[in-house]
């Protein structure tokens, strides 16, 4: 007979203690897991990419130079309007103050005023300009010369030349006052047309370079779809294979952002050799004729931030035509 108790369970009967309930098997992979197959699958992407456009290297790199000298444009336009507002200084200069004297001040009491002037905070230079020099040079600049020395007493008085530090208007004004109250001053004259006019002209070039810029970066943008939607339609049937076994939008459009990018990479640093190289070789022709007017000025080369800045612009550029190449054309390559 058996010695079981009736009623007993079985995990009773097995060792006379209830078994332990089963612990769920996680089948699920864990983190590191999938971050190496997304490691993974991006290396594969990248690699595939970088191998088609190296198998048709002239394709890139004429698609690269058109990208390039789009950006090249409005760049190198944006970095002569900087070196023509550091012109020698031209805007100092342009906005200097002349403090015509009266006639009766003597060249002595015009020096000690001009160093009085100079210790004004908001002066960098004051020159004094004596009635000699004052007739001396308008007889010169006039043509004048015979029938002034006719004159029976000199009717210019002397001048102080007064640069500021600053050509802010309203600062401008203010000493313009300021200097009209010192004693010998018979009139204060500030003449702002020729700055005004400059930064009218420099107002226009900003807003050409960046009306330009734009229907560039519109151009690229339509350059960089185009090429992707052949490289889109070369491969249509491989990805309508990729799809039918599953493949995500997000694994098919993967090669193509890397070929976009690699493709505003390569046309940034294009555009970076093509401006380095374009304002060193006009800077030669600047530099002889600056050179005739008694000056050192020459044209600043590409500062090493901006070059960077157009890199990443054009690399930005080629993942985002690439993206909209893709989101349009990707519906397109369902199933059938």
Known sequence: MSTHKQGSTPAERVGGLPNKPEQPVNDEPDFKALFHAWLESHRASFVDSVGRLVKQPIGSFFTCLVMAVALSLPMGLALLLDNVER???????AAQISLFMELSVEASEGEALRERILEIPDVTDAEWISREQAL?????????????RELPENPLPGVILVTPREVDRDNLEALRQQLAELPGV?????DLLWVERLGAILKLGDRFVFGLSLLLIATLLLVIG???????????????????????????????LYMGALY????GLIAWALLAYGLGWLNEAVTGLAGLYGSDFGLAGVPVEDGFSLVLGALLLGYIGAWLAVARHLSELAPR
Do not use: C
């Not at 012109?87 to 200069?93: E, F, K, V």
């Not at 018979?186 to 500030?190: K, N």
């Open 136 to 148: 001396e040079e308008f007889q010169q600049l006039s043509g004048l010369g015979e029938a002034l």
């Open 226 to 256: 185009n090429t992707i939607r052949l490289h889109i339609e070369n491969r249509r049937t491989e990805i309508e294979v990729v799809k039918l076994v599953g493949g995500t939008d997000g694994y098919v459009r993967r090669p193509f």
């Open 186 to 190: 018979a009139q204060a004259q500030l």
């Open 87 to 93: 012109l020698g200084g031209s805007w100092q200069r």
């Open 264 to 267: 505003g990479l390569g046309a």
